[in-house]
Every structure is written in C-alpha cells, then in structure tokens.
C-alpha cells in the first residue's frame, strides 16, 4: 500500500488511540492515581510497540517516509490525548 495513503490513517487511528487511552486513565485515576499512571505508561508503550512491529512488517519504507509516518502518529495521538482532556476536564 501506498505511504501517502497510510499518513492520514495513522494519523487518525492514533487521534482515537489517544483518546481512549486518556479515558482510560481517567477512569483508573479515579480509583488510584498511580494505578492510572502506570495503566497509561504500560497501554502506551504498547501500543507504541504494536504499531512499530505491523508498520516494519507491513511497509517498505524510507526513512523520509517513515519520518513522516512517526509525525502523523504523533500529531494525532497529541491531538486525541489534548482534545480528550480538554472535553473531559478530568478532577483529580
């Protein structure tokens, strides 16, 4: 598949990615903070690692393209992880 064609996917997969893992560390900080804390670091990495084992093995790559790739990603887990916080304006 074209890498063009994955950029926006990645890029959307990773904005609800992003949000749901903040709902998810918002309901678990609910009952103990550390629980949601290291709930989130652990889903998150991963989720990270998922993603970096089906891209290696579904895609050949450049290193500009993956660059890109690694910034959609980024920017739509940013997006979802900011957006999720400032819709849900969690009280801890």
């Known amino acids: 598949m074209n ?3 994955w950029i ?3 890029l959307v997969i990773n904005l609800v990615l992003g949000g749901l893992l903040m709902i998810g560390v918002f309901s678990f900080m ?3 903070v550390s629980l949601g804390a290291l709930g989130g670091i652990v889903v998150g ?3 990270i690692y998922t ?3 089906l891209g290696e093995e ?3 790559v450049t ?3 993956m660059k890109l790739l690694v910034i959609a990603a980024s920017l739509g887990a940013v997006i979802g992880v900011v957006g999720t916080v400032l819709a849900v ?3 801890l």
């Open 3 to 5: 890498v063009t064609l």
């Open 51 to 53: 993603q970096a084992t």
């Open 45 to 47: 990495t991963g989720v």
């Open 30 to 32: 609910e009952r103990r």
């Open 89 to 91: 304006e969690p009280d």
């Open 58 to 60: 579904m895609l050949q």
């Open 8 to 10: 926006p996917a990645v």
């Open 63 to 65: 290193v500009g393209e």
